[in-house]
């Protein structure tokens, strides 16, 4: 990458980064702090499938959020299942509601369409990463990129 495609720190980025090495964190804090909008996935970023549980909590024309696995289910037309990260690309946060055909991050407002993740209302700059999903006997299994 040239200096003019490295995108500047962002100041909340900043803040957060300063706190941390002024509390004796280190290095370690500027990992932390980062407002990358990687997809990190659920379990590490692992390839292997994450079992969600019976498809028919995923509402049509709605979804699920599945916060400690940091993943959402939509459900944009009767049995067509999508899988996104729920990690903002905004900030980092995790989305907490799926309402109205659009995925809802509580931090700073943004929304995303259900039908394919992309960036409905910023301040997001990229869509949700869309991972693999099966529905297998009933079950919802996602498989993070």
Do not use: N, W
């Not at 100041?11 to 706190?19: E, G, N, Q, W």
Request: hydrophobic residues 35%.
């Amino acid at each position: 990458m040239t200096e003019a495609q490295i995108p500047a720190p962002s100041r909340r980025t900043l803040l957060c980064c300063a706190a941390a090495l002024a509390a004796g964190g280190g290095a370690v804090a500027l990992t932390g702090c980062s407002s990358s909008s990687s997809s990190d996935g659920a379990k590490g970023g692992s390839a292997t499938p994450v079992d969600l549980g019976a498809a028919t909590e995923v509402p049509v024309g709605g979804g699920k959020v599945y916060r400690e696995q940091k993943i959402v289910v939509t459900q944009p037309e009767a049995g067509q299942y999508k899988a996104f990260s729920a990690k903002c690309t905004h900030a980092g946060c995790v989305v907490d509601q799926v309402k109205g055909g659009q995925i809802l991050c509580p931090c700073h407002g943004s929304k995303f369409a259900i039908a394919d993740g992309a960036v409905a209302d910023g301040p997001a700059p990229t869509p949700l990463p869309a991972y693999a999903v099966t529905v297998q006997d009933g079950k919802l299994q996602v498989t993070p990129a």
